[in-house]
Structures are given as C-alpha cells and as structure tokens.
C-alpha cells in the first residue's frame, strides 16, 4: 500500500490542524506555513502538501508572496526527485514566472522579475535531473552565484541531492565505472568512497562500483505466450479463403 500524497511524518500538529480545517484558506495562517517553510530547510524535513497550500494562498492573496519562501519552496522539492513535487509546485505559481526570460543568457532585462529568473533557474536544474544528466547537474549549479544564494536556506543540500542521485542510480544500474559515479555525485577520493561504502553501502571494487541487487535493478526474464484457440485459429483461415480473389 502506498503512502498517501498528504503525509508528512515530522509535521506538527498545529500545522495538523490547519491543513485539516477552514483555516486553511485564511490569509492569516500565511505567516504560519511561512515559517514551516524555513523550519523544513533548517531540519531537513519536508512537507509537500503544507507547501502547496501556502502557494495555494499565495494564489489568492499575491500581496502577500515572498519570493524567497517561493524559491525554497522549489528547492525542497529538487530534494525529493523524480517526484512530481517540483511541476506541482510550478503549477501554482503566477504565469509572468513561467515565461521566457528577455535574452537567451538568462540574463533578466528590464520587466523580467528577479522571481522569475530564479525559477527559470531552477527549472534548468530540475531538467538536468529528470534527463539523468548529473555532471551537468552539478556544473550548472557552480557555474552562478545566484544558483548558491538560492540553495543557501536548505540545509544539506548537496549531500540531499547525492543521496537522491544515488538513489535513483541503484534503481536501474548494478555496476558503473567509478569515474563515472563520481562525476555524477561531485564527489572523489576518501570522500567519495566514504560516501559510497558507508552511506549506499556500496561496493568499491578498482575502477567499479557494484551496487546490491534490489528490486529495481534486478534482471528479470520475461516469457511470453501466445494463447490462440484452435477454433479461433480455424476462422481466421476460413474468412481468408472466403475473401474474394
């Protein structure tokens, strides 16, 4: 059985009750899931559903929006990828933060929103990832300033999204060149094998790393049956010799 989309094990019981309730849809609990927003990055914890009720409100009382609890927002969700946390998240947000910026850098001209530069931004991260191109995943996020002051609310950060990385590699692979992995994780030497043999409890074998069987990556012969009756053989046959020539 799955887990539900609402479920949040360290979510508190106030934001519980509002979630749950009428409040829910009041302007005034803006600040509370505000909060919650920078308590999510300081403990590393994560609660979608709260999230995007508070840019639910954000919706209905754009007065009341801060752009930088919208872009932490998006950052928590590229902590728990290839979840669709970060589409939903983008769908709630205002369509003038959607759109094209003015030149092909990136580079925000006059009428392109400091907001909107910094989602197109992270829209590109989240691109990279869902294309399983981590190197450049990584390279992206030193190659800008404004990539690190985005992600500097988020604690852990890097170490969420190696382990995310990771994650989804031991779901489809069971054996990659260590030059590779370490590519993909932005990572090398004692720290890299720190983080592959304690952390993924991996196997460092030379230039390999071999990755423990698991129900994803697991090879698993398919045979597949033809079940076609005789008498449904029989009227085929007859329907092509009853056409006319």
Same mark, same amino acid.
């Given at each position: 059985?799955?887990?539900?989309f609402?479920?949040?094990?360290?979510?508190?019981e106030?934001?519980?009750?509002?979630?749950?309730?009428?409040?829910?849809y009041?302007?005034e609990t &803006?600040?509370?899931f505000?909060?919650?927003?920078m308590?999510? #990055?300081?403990?590393?914890?994560?609660? #979608?559903?709260a999230?995007?009720?508070?840019?639910?409100?954000?919706?209905?009382?754009?007065h009341?929006a801060r752009?930088? @609890?919208i872009t932490?927002i998006?950052?928590?969700?590229?902590?728990?990828f290839?979840s669709?946390?970060f589409?939903?998240?983008?769908?709630?947000?205002?369509?003038?933060t959607?759109?094209p910026?003015s &030149?092909?850098?990136?580079?925000?001209?006059a009428?392109?929103?400091?907001?909107?530069e910094?989602?197109?931004?992270l829209?590109?991260l989240k691109?990279l990832?869902e294309?399983?191109?981590y190197a @450049?995943?990584?390279? @992206?996020?030193?190659?800008d300033d404004?990539?690190a002051?985005l992600?500097?609310d988020?604690a852990g950060f890097?170490e969420l999204?190696r382990?995310r990385?990771?994650a &989804?590699?031991?779901?489809?692979?069971?054996?990659v060149d260590?030059?590779?992995l370490?590519?993909?994780?932005?990572l090398?030497?004692k720290?890299f094998e720190h983080f592959?043999g304690?952390v #993924?409890?991996?196997?460092v074998?030379?230039?390999?790393?071999?990755?423990?069987?698991?129900?994803?990556?697991?090879?698993?012969?398919?045979?597949?049956?033809?079940n076609?009756?005789?008498?449904q053989f029989s009227?085929?046959?007859?329907r092509?010799?009853?056409?006319?020539?």
């Open positions: 059985m799955g887990v539900p609402d479920y949040a094990p360290d979510r508190p106030h934001i519980e009750q509002i979630l749950n309730g009428l409040d829910r009041n302007p &803006t600040a509370v505000q909060d919650y927003v308590q999510q #990055c300081e403990q590393q914890t994560y609660d #979608c559903y999230n995007l009720a508070l840019l639910k409100l954000y919706q209905f009382n754009p009341l752009d930088e @609890t932490n998006l950052v928590k969700a590229l902590t728990v290839p669709p946390d589409s939903l998240c983008l769908a709630l947000l205002p369509s003038h959607l759109a910026l &030149t092909s850098s990136h580079t925000p001209a009428g392109d929103a400091p907001l909107s910094a989602v197109q931004k829209n590109v691109n990832l294309g399983a191109d @450049t995943f990584w390279s @992206t996020l030193d190659s404004l990539y002051d992600v500097a988020v890097e999204m382990v990385i990771a &989804t590699v031991s779901q489809a692979i069971r054996e260590r030059s590779i370490e590519s993909w994780l932005e090398s030497g720290e592959v304690t #993924c409890g991996w196997n074998s030379g230039d390999k790393i071999k990755i423990p069987i698991n129900k994803d990556n697991e090879a698993k012969g398919t045979v597949v049956r033809e076609v009756k005789f008498d009227r085929v046959v007859r092509a010799f009853e056409q006319p020539a």
